[in-house]
């Protein structure tokens, strides 16, 4: 069975840091593609970051110099580190095991909430 289970989130005054976590289960976690997404309320769900099981990694412009995508392949997880916060990336925040090929899997975690706020 598969599971990807993030934690990390919480209140963060606009300006602060989070580290967010992903720890997955299930999976030959090396070979997938590993991202993270979000979703604010009433908006749809946006990339955030990814790394390929190479190390190559993307940004959404919105995050790109305030955030950072990591992976250990020995612990599994992917990490998300989050600094100089602002309000706008106040959602619930996803993570994500892709990979192509033959035989194309896609999952999925529960997320979890980061709330920038004062």
């Known amino acids: 069975q598969v599971q990807l289970v993030e934690s990390g989130g919480g209140l963060v005054q606009p300006g602060g840091s989070l580290r967010l976590s992903c720890a997955a289960s299930?999976?030959?976690?090396?070979?997938?593609?590993m991202g993270w997404y979000r979703q604010a309320p009433g908006k749809q769900r946006e990339l955030v970051a990814t790394?390929?099981?190479?190390?190559?990694?993307n940004y959404a412009d919105s995050v790109k110099g305030r955030f950072t995508i990591s992976r250990d392949n020995d612990k599994n997880t992917v990490y998300l580190q989050m600094n100089s916060l602002k309000p706008e990336d106040t959602a619930v925040y996803y993570c994500?095991?892709?990979?192509?090929?033959?035989?194309?899997?896609?999952?999925w975690g529960r997320g979890t909430q980061v709330t920038v706020s004062s």
């Open positions: 994500n095991a892709a990979r192509g090929g033959p035989f194309p899997r896609d999952y």
């Open positions: 299930g999976i030959m976690f090396s070979i997938y593609t």
């Open positions: 790394i390929t099981s190479g190390g190559s990694t």
